[in-house]
Each structure stands twice: as structure tokens, then as C-alpha cells.
């Protein structure tokens, strides 16, 4: 389709938006120029391009679940995507998170804002799965747009907590942890930018590990801002999570978030002792704003077994740990700002640009924006209102504070081999169907004191269950240096084979 050229009507609308005049003169000398211009725009437009999911053929999309099927609410729609070849995963049945390409199969972000769109593309973490021998059975329920970590804001209704239907099962992979407790799913993909994966993993009951930032390829999964956005697996065990976590992992051409991205056989770290491991309690991750006592007490035992297990235990305090949620928020009224303004693109970098998802979101938003959760409203309302009255110095200056932060915390690793504390300070809230919008913005922020942080920083960290009070269960979270993601999985793994805890 050809190019429409502007009128001198357009170029001065244009002009005048970006503060400068126009004159008749200059308008008719652009107009003999811009002709030319579009012709090679044009060359650029006209070329269709292709992707690597052809070979994928046995896709079918399938359909909702009936309730009965999926009692907790944990599924978007059951679907099957098979495998063209055997690997580490064959035989292995899959849950992706509900804004993870996968073409053919529709994805919406738990939102009515992108109902109907079908990616034409699989993600990177798509292709290796079915690489690997996978097959993707469920495409599973979220937190509209994934901004909340409680479970409760998705436009498919609330994900309810597998220990208890009146409690909810935290986000905003929600459903991710909650679709482990059904016998047909074996494995499933989160993605982190608060503590999206940990969270749930922490109120559910089951394993998730927020790998080190660009360890796993975020190339096509919707995102909020590249510099903190994270993809990692979610399991019953920790030998699942590393399972999964060697085929996901490792270099991507098409993602620009990567440098250099050391991967390990993680499995191999399973099995061993922690002789000779150093473990910090981090004070200032306990006794937080709406902390749980029987939480606190239950992650300092679990930390106590660490030491049991052979690990040496110290007190370490990280002061700018109970500051890093403001670095978090301004970073995330930019960053999404100008993702949406972009349509999910973005500019300035290489690597794979989402063309359908940018068409879809473009249109949709021009006609269904009403839709966009409250906490994604507030969020492109203070965010443009930042950049329109500030110049964007909020986030750039979040952005050199974060160095500041993560030297915080290294200087800590030196001494250490990895951090500790509870992954949510209380255990899962209870489901309130009537909840107002000042308490779902709060109930879908209050969670992220120890978690936020780290999707700042891109440490990894793991959260693995350790304990259960009053029916629901408390997470324990390690916290390690970038990229040795091996040494957390050996330290969750030797705490499960350790503790026995109430699974049912």
C-alpha cells in the first residue's frame, strides 16, 4: 500500500506541536523533497517478512476452560502446540504466560484491550521450548497488563490460591503458579518486573526463579520497559525450575537487552551440600510495612536449616534496600509510558520489532483504552504528566540511581554467596470480589517490598516454599550475584530436599 504524503496542512500541524514555524517558503521547499523520500520509505514498507514458526505446524488454539476444568481460574484457554523434534523437555507439558507470542494462538495480556490479536511470530522463549521436545498446553491467566502483583485485576477475573479459593493466588503470573497444581501441566513461564514470578510462586506454593536480567530472552513477550523486564520458569521443584531453566536460557540475537549471557548446566548444581556457602539475613528485608510475624519467623527457621545444611550464617544490612521501590516506580511511569505511546516497539535499539502486536495495539488502544486497568491508567497519566512538566529527568534519574543500588548490593555479595529473606511480606490476601480501586491499586502494590528491588538491579532470585501458617503458604527467597543463578538454584534445592512442607 502506498505511502499517504503530508499535505503543508499536516506539516504545519506538526510543526507547530513541535514548537517551530513553518513558513510557506520552507513548507514548498520540503514538499519537492519529501516525495523522494517516501518512494524509499516505501521500498522499505512494500517487503513482507517472515519468521521462524512455520515449522511448528500442529498448532491448535483451542478454547476456554470450563470451570470445572480449572477451578482456581488458572487458564486463559487450553490449547496444544507440539513439538517438531525431542530434546530435554519432550514429553513435558507447558503453561506460558499470557503475553508470550506464540503464533496462531491468541494472546491478550489478561486485557479486553488486545482481544482478537493473534502474534504472527513465537518468541524466542517459545521456540525453545518446542526445540527442546515441549508441548504448550495452556496459555495461563495474569494481571491485566501485569500491573498488579495480587492476581485480582485480570479482565478473565481473579486467579484463586490452590491452599484456598477464598484467598488469591498473587501475580501477576498468576495463574503460571496456580496451574501447577493441575496434573496435566508439568511446567510453566513467568515473567518478573516487581516480582511477578516470585510473588505467586510465594503465595501459591510453588518454585520461581527471576533469572539474572537478559539470561532469558525477552524477544516477543509484551513488556513495560527493557531494562527490567524478566522471563524465567516456574516449577513444583527446584530440579524442574533448572530443568527449565537450561533450555530457556542463553543468547538471543534478536533481543537487544543482552551483552554477554554466561549460561550453566543448573541441573548440575543440584545434589550438593552448602559447605562452605555464605548465606546473609538482610535485616531490612524483615518487619516491613504489613509484615506477618508468623512470616518473619517461619523464613528465619527456613534460614536456620541453611545452616544446618552446612551454609554459615551472618547478619548483613543493605540500607537502600527499603528505599528501591521509589527507584522502581519512577522507572516504571517512563518506561511504560513510552512503551505504549510506541505501540510495544520502542526505538534506538537492534533485535526483533513486534510489528502485528504494534498494528493491533494501535488500533485497540484508539478504541478500547477505557479498558486499561486503573493501574495502568494512573501509571500513563503520572507518567506523561512527568515528562510533560519535568523533561524526563524523573526516570533518567532513576536510572543512574540504580547503579548506585546495585553497588549496594554487590558490595554485599563480596563477602556473601547470596541474600535471604521472606519473598512477600505477608502470606496471600484474602479474594474480595467488591474490592474499590483505591484497594485493588493497593493491594496490587503492597506486596513488592523485597522483590522490586531486584528486577532494578537484575540480581536473580528464587523463591521457594518453606513453610505453611493458617493454611497458606510463606515463601523464602535467595538472593544472589549476577549471572550465578547455579548457586541459588544449589541452595533452594538442598532447603526442599531438607523441609517437608504441606503441599496439599
Not at 132 to 140: F, N, Q, R
Not at 175 to 195: P, R
Not at 348 to 370: C, V
Given at each position: 500500500m502506498a505511502l499517504k504524503l503530508p499535505t503543508v496542512d499536516d506539516l504545519q500541524r506538526i510543526a507547530a506541536a513541535l514548537h517551530f514555524e513553518l513558513t510557506p517558503a520552507e513548507a514548498a521547499d520540503?514538499?519537492?523533497?519529501?516525495?523522494?523520500?517516501?518512494?524509499?520509505?516505501?521500498?522499505?514498507?512494500?517487503?513482507?517478512?517472515?519468521?521462524?514458526?512455520?515449522?511448528?505446524?500442529?498448532?491448535?488454539?483451542?478454547?476456554?476452560?470450563?470451570?470445572?476444568?480449572?477451578?482456581?481460574?488458572?487458564?486463559?484457554?487450553?490449547?496444544?502446540?507440539?513439538?517438531?523434534?525431542?530434546?530435554?523437555?519432550?514429553?513435558?507439558?507447558?503453561?506460558?504466560?499470557?503475553?508470550?507470542?506464540?503464533?496462531?494462538?491468541?494472546?491478550?495480556?489478561?486485557?479486553?484491550?488486545?482481544?482478537?490479536?493473534?502474534?504472527?511470530?513465537?518468541?524466542?522463549?517459545?521456540?525453545?521450548?518446542?526445540?527442546?521436545?515441549?508441548?504448550?498446553?495452556?496459555?495461563?491467566?495474569?494481571?491485566?497488563?501485569?500491573?498488579?502483583?495480587?492476581?485480582?485485576?485480570?479482565?478473565?477475573?481473579?486467579?484463586?490460591?490452590?491452599?484456598?479459593?477464598?484467598?488469591?493466588?498473587?501475580?501477576?503470573?498468576?495463574?503460571?503458579?496456580?496451574?501447577?497444581?493441575?496434573?496435566?501441566?508439568?511446567?510453566?513461564?513467568?515473567?518478573?518486573?516487581?516480582?511477578?514470578?516470585?510473588?505467586?510462586?510465594?503465595?501459591?506454593?510453588?518454585?520461581?526463579?527471576?533469572?539474572?536480567?537478559?539470561?532469558?530472552?525477552?524477544?516477543?513477550?509484551?513488556?513495560?520497559?527493557?531494562?527490567?523486564?524478566?522471563?524465567?520458569?516456574?516449577?513444583r521443584t527446584v530440579a524442574d525450575v533448572a530443568l527449565l531453566l537450561e533450555v530457556i536460557a542463553g543468547n538471543d540475537p534478536l533481543d537487544p537487552r543482552q551483552r554477554e549471557v554466561p549460561v550453566a548446566p543448573y541441573r548440575e548444581a543440584l545434589g550438593k551440600d552448602l559447605k562452605n556457602l555464605r548465606v546473609g539475613i538482610l535485616s531490612e528485608g524483615f518487619g516491613q510495612i504489613g509484615a506477618e510475624p508468623d512470616v518473619d519467623l517461619a523464613v528465619k527457621r527456613s534460614i536456620k536449616v541453611l545452616g544446618e545444611l552446612g551454609a554459615s550464617i551472618e547478619h548483613v544490612s543493605v540500607p537502600a534496600h527499603r528505599q528501591a521501590g521509589g527507584l522502581l516506580w519512577a522507572l516504571v511511569t517512563g518506561g511504560?509510558?513510552?512503551?505504549?505511546?510506541?505501540?510495544?516497539?520502542?526505538?534506538?535499539?537492534?533485535?526483533?520489532?513486534?510489528?502485528?502486536?504494534?498494528?493491533?495495539?494501535?488500533?485497540?488502544?484508539?478504541?478500547?483504552?477505557?479498558?486499561?486497568?486503573?493501574?495502568?491508567?494512573?501509571?500513563?497519566?503520572?507518567?506523561?504528566?512527568?515528562?510533560?512538566?519535568?523533561?524526563?529527568?524523573?526516570?533518567?534519574?532513576?536510572?543512574?540511581?540504580?547503579?548506585?543500588?546495585?553497588?549496594a548490593y554487590d558490595k554485599a555479595l563480596a563477602q556473601l554467596d547470596m541474600l535471604a529473606m521472606p519473598t512477600t511480606p505477608m502470606k496471600a490476601v484474602r479474594h474480595d470480589p467488591n474490592r474499590d480501586r483505591v484497594g485493588s491499586l493497593n493491594v496490587g502494590w503492597s506486596n513488592m517490598g523485597n522483590t522490586a528491588p531486584f528486577d532494578v538491579t537484575g540480581h536473580p532470585a528464587i523463591s521457594v516454599p518453606c513453610a505453611k501458617s493458617n493454611g497458606l503458604p510463606i515463601g523464602l527467597m535467595l538472593v544472589g550475584r549476577h549471572f550465578d543463578d547455579a548457586t541459588l538454584l544449589r541452595a533452594a534445592d538442598a532447603f526442599e530436599r531438607a523441609v517437608v512442607w504441606d503441599k496439599a
Open positions: 520540503y514538499q519537492l523533497i519529501i516525495p523522494q523520500m517516501f518512494a524509499d520509505l516505501e521500498a522499505v514498507d512494500s517487503k513482507t517478512e517472515a519468521h521462524s514458526c512455520a515449522r511448528f505446524s500442529a498448532r491448535d488454539p483451542g478454547r476456554r476452560p470450563t470451570r470445572a476444568e480449572d477451578p482456581f481460574n488458572a487458564i486463559v484457554r487450553f490449547c496444544s502446540v507440539k513439538p517438531a523434534s525431542s530434546g530435554k523437555l519432550s514429553g513435558k507439558r507447558v503453561a506460558v504466560k499470557d503475553n508470550t507470542c506464540i503464533a496462531g494462538i491468541p494472546m491478550t495480556c489478561g486485557s479486553r484491550v488486545l482481544d482478537g490479536f493473534v502474534p504472527d511470530l513465537d518468541a524466542t522463549v517459545t521456540t525453545r521450548l518446542l526445540e527442546a521436545g515441549a508441548e504448550i498446553v495452556a496459555i495461563t491467566n495474569m494481571d491485566n497488563w501485569a500491573f498488579a502483583a495480587s492476581g485480582e485485576t485480570s479482565d478473565y477475573g481473579a486467579t484463586l490460591n490452590p491452599h484456598n479459593v477464598e484467598h488469591l493466588a498473587g501475580g501477576s503470573s498468576s495463574g503460571s503458579a496456580a496451574a501447577l497444581y493441575y496434573k496435566d501441566i508439568d511446567l510453566a513461564i513467568g515473567g518478573d518486573q516487581g516480582g511477578s514470578i516470585r510473588i505467586p510462586a510465594s503465595w501459591s506454593g510453588v518454585v520461581g526463579l527471576k533469572p539474572t536480567h537478559s539470561l532469558v530472552p525477552y524477544t516477543g513477550i509484551v513488556g513495560i520497559d527493557p531494562t527490567f523486564d524478566h522471563a524465567g520458569p516456574m516449577a511504560m509510558t513510552a512503551t505504549v505511546e510506541t505501540n510495544g516497539l520502542g526505538y534506538h535499539s537492534k533485535g526483533l520489532y513486534n510489528l502485528g502486536l504494534a498494528a493491533a495495539l494501535e488500533e485497540f488502544r484508539q478504541t478500547r483504552a477505557d479498558h486499561f486497568p486503573p493501574q495502568l491508567k494512573l501509571t500513563l497519566l503520572v507518567g506523561n504528566y512527568l515528562r510533560q512538566n519535568y523533561s524526563g529527568r524523573i526516570y533518567a534519574k532513576a536510572q543512574n540511581q540504580r547503579r548506585e543500588l546495585t553497588a
